[in-house]
């Protein structure tokens, strides 16, 4: 079984293009979680979503960062216009459908974004 | 707002040493309590989770306790090897459906 995937693994863009960040959740589950780190920061949650739901955007910029989980593949973190401020490791945790509050979340190994 | 801090920010310690992580928050309404371990450059590896009904769960040479009622949590080490040095983060689950995550302890065992 798969870990929870997570491409590309780094990514650089200059400042006012788009960033698309892709992460496919483990086998079986379908609660997908999007954290960013900013550098010397803890994780800082984004959004959380189910297929084709957005359920939590919280804590998720207003401006140009959108969210989704189709019904089919992977879920998608997009930036648009980045700025150098957007620089950091995003991470994707997924968890399963059942008994989601206790279960652990399993993490992929991140995409970290750099913006020239 | 549920904040979680975590003590002390960097650790050294020589090889062999038995040694305690702490973390504290400020809201005790959680569902569950995690320890990972995150390598340079790399993603987060799970631990230990304890759920709010449990005191303490082990897992090898690691043992987490949780004190709901004060806030707080340790992450204990023994006999450390300098394959343990990482980062090590505690993250509680609260009602909301995300986790609040601690700044770290960067530990470094040195051999």
């Known amino acids: 079984n798969a870990g929870v995937m997570q491409n590309p693994r780094h990514l650089v863009r200059r400042r006012g293009q788009e960033a698309r960040l892709r992460c496919s959740p483990m086998?079986?589950?379908?609660?997908v979680y999007w954290y960013r780190q900013l550098p010397e920061e803890g994780l800082k949650f984004m959004v959380y979503?189910?297929?084709?739901?957005?359920?939590?955007e919280s804590g998720m910029p207003k401006e140009r960062f959108s969210a989704e989980f189709p019904k089919e593949g992977p879920s998608i973190l997009r930036i648009q216009q980045v700025v150098r401020g957007d620089s950091a490791a995003y991470f994707c945790?997924?968890?399963?459908?059942?008994?989601?509050?206790?279960?652990?979340?399993?993490f992929g190994p991140g995409t970290r974004l750099l913006v020239l | 707002k549920q904040e979680v801090t975590q003590i002390p920010a960097a650790l050294s310690v020589p090889e062999g040493e038995n040694l305690v992580l702490n973390c504290s928050f400020t809201?005790?309404?959680?569902?569950?309590l995690q320890w990972f371990r995150q390598d340079p450059g790399k993603g987060l590896t799970s631990l230990l989770l304890?759920?709010?009904?449990?005191r303490e769960q082990t897992s090898g040479r690691l043992n987490a306790s949780l004190d709901k009622s004060s806030g707080r949590s340790t992450l204990y080490i023994a006999a450390s090897q300098p394959g343990d040095s990482a980062t090590y983060l505690c993250?509680?689950?609260?009602?909301?459906?995300?986790?609040?995550f601690g700044t770290g302890t960067r530990l470094t065992v040195i051999p």
């Open positions: 945790a997924s968890s399963p459908v059942r008994q989601a509050n206790q279960e652990t979340q399993y």
């Open positions: 304890i759920q709010s009904s449990q």
């Open positions: 086998k079986g589950h379908s609660h």
């Open positions: 809201d005790s309404a959680i569902y569950n």
């Open positions: 979503l189910q297929k084709e739901n957005i359920i939590d």
């Open positions: 993250a509680v689950k609260t009602g909301a459906n995300n986790l609040f």
